[in-house]
């Protein structure tokens, strides 16, 4: 079975620059930390995949596959290298296997011929629709694909004495993170989890924490990753304090420009709501729940709405899995 070493993986991935940040040997030892058990695939002609694996009761898991490093021409899910990821999930009594492509919407190949059951997803792990911004060209140019609105903030917290420097800081980040998930209604992870993350990734110059200040008062920061030509804003936070200095805009501005000296080609916002760019338009300035909230100060950086394809699960329990789908129905009415 060609399962290898968290060394050997990174290896193969120095062979891949663009594969994405959800395979990363450090993303997966992060995820280790907090329940799950990362395995690592890799063939001979090319494709691998880190899957992780969460217990469940009685001996089973719970399968994910994040962004498997995959050719179009290896999506068929069927041939040897679908066979050995099916033999990892056997091996761990996995009830289905979720995978997230790294594909958007529309450019995947049909489900093809395989023996085991696959049905497209009613729920995705990530968030599926995302705005991308585009980093080529000149600073002046960057700048200029931006609504006018955006642009000026930018400039107006620099007027107002607001700047911004890497931070290492985790315990007043984290802080912050739950100022800003009781003020947005979203979930926060334990100060462990970025502890860890900031552990795993910043040695590797693949992560930076930012933080905007006013006179040496943190009013927001986040942290931002970078692999090959591509770069992810994941996590992020602000106080309530000095907003009209319209920190967070002069932050994500110079995320942008920490990801350029990295090489990156590409800015990942990392969500917003899961509707139409015409729908995103007609509504963003009435709804304020959920992603909805964000998708009002991301649409301003000048990116591109995109879509990643629809999560597909790889069913090896029928039985457990229809339980499965029973709860989350029920968690989506309640």
């Known amino acids: 079975m060609p399962e290898v070493s968290l060394a050997d993986w990174k290896s193969f991935l120095t062979n891949h620059p663009n594969a994405h940040l959800l395979q990363t040997g450090e993303w997966g030892e992060l995820k280790s930390t907090f329940g799950w058990d990362p395995v690592r695939l890799i063939l001979d002609d090319g494709p691998g995949a880190q899957i992780l694996f969460r217990r469940l009761p009685l001996g089973l898991t719970l399968a994910y596959l994040p962004k498997p490093v995959l050719s179009v021409q290896q999506l068929a899910f069927s041939g040897p290298f679908w066979a050995e990821v099916d033999v990892a999930c056997k091996q761990r009594r996995a009830v289905f296997l979720k995978i997230e492509l790294d594909f958007l919407d529309g450019e995947t190949v049909p489900f ?16 599926p629709r995302t705005i991308s911004v585009d980093l080529r060209g000149t600073e002046d140019e960057l700048l200029a694909r931006m609504k006018q609105k955006t642009r000026y903030n ?146 301003g950086f000048g990116g591109r709405l995109k879509r990643a394809a629809q999560a597909i699960d790889r069913v090896y329990n029928p039985w457990l899995y229809k339980l499965y789908l029973w709860r989350m129905a029920g968690r989506e009415v309640g």
């Open 112 to 127: 093809g011929t395989s023996h085991i059951a696959l049905r497209t997803s009613l729920h995705n792990i990530q968030p």
């Open 154 to 299: 930018i400039r107006l917290a620099q007027k107002k004495g607001v700047t911004v420097r890497p931070w290492d800081d985790l315990p007043a980040f984290h802080k912050m993170m739950l100022v800003t998930g009781g003020r947005d209604e979203f979930g926060v992870h334990s100060l462990d989890y970025y502890r860890r993350a900031y552990e795993l990734f910043h040695p590797t110059g693949m992560a930076e924490l930012l933080v905007a200040e006013y006179e040496g008062v943190p009013l927001a920061a986040l942290m931002v990753f970078a692999l090959g030509r591509r770069a992810w804003y994941v996590y992020g936070a602000s106080n309530d304090e000095e907003r009209n200095r319209m920190p967070t805009y002069l932050l994500q501005w110079e995320a942008m420009r920490w990801a350029r000296s990295r090489g990156a080609q590409e800015y990942d916002l990392w969500g917003v709501p899961d509707e139409e760019e015409e729908t995103l338009e007609a509504l963003f300035t009435e709804r304020s729940d959920g992603l909805w909230g964000v998708y009002r100060f991301k649409r």
